[in-house]
């Protein structure tokens, strides 16, 4: 379960303030404007924990929506869009998960399990 109250400490040097995660196949940096996350690579059973800590982070960090760059994911497997989901079912009233730009391949995946109308998750070309 997504755990909104865990803290998390990010990975960050002088020189590298936006960076969240730098793996072997998994990048996440935080983003200002608009604010929340660029995810790039895979997410998969090994780094699915990253993004759910990156998440958490961003989520506690501001007031406003969260929007998440997908754009780069070249892989991503079910536990990783049920952290998302997960994100966006823990956002208090009147904030959402806005998943854009999104990957064609995840946005798929995301229709096709029929998630793509949970309450508090976005995907591009939906009205606010």
Not at 36 to 61: C, F, H, Q
Not at 100 to 108: D, E, K, M, N, Y
């Amino acid at each position: 379960m997504f755990d909104m109250a865990r803290t998390a400490g990010p990975n960050r040097g002088r020189d590298q303030m936006d960076l969240e995660f730098d793996g072997a196949i998994l990048r996440i940096r935080r983003t200002v404007d608009p604010a929340g996350l660029r995810v790039e690579g895979e997410v998969d059973a090994t780094t699915v924990g990253e993004l759910r800590k990156a998440l958490t982070v961003a989520i506690r960090s501001g007031g406003g929506d969260v929007r998440v760059d997908l754009g780069g994911v070249t892989f991503i497997d079910l536990a990783g869009l049920r952290v998302l989901a997960e994100a966006a079912s823990c956002l208090p009233c009147g904030r959402v998960l806005v998943l854009s730009p999104l990957a064609g391949h995840v946005g798929h995946l995301i229709r096709l399990i029929g998630w793509d109308g949970l309450p508090g998750l976005r995907l591009p070309g939906e009205e606010a």
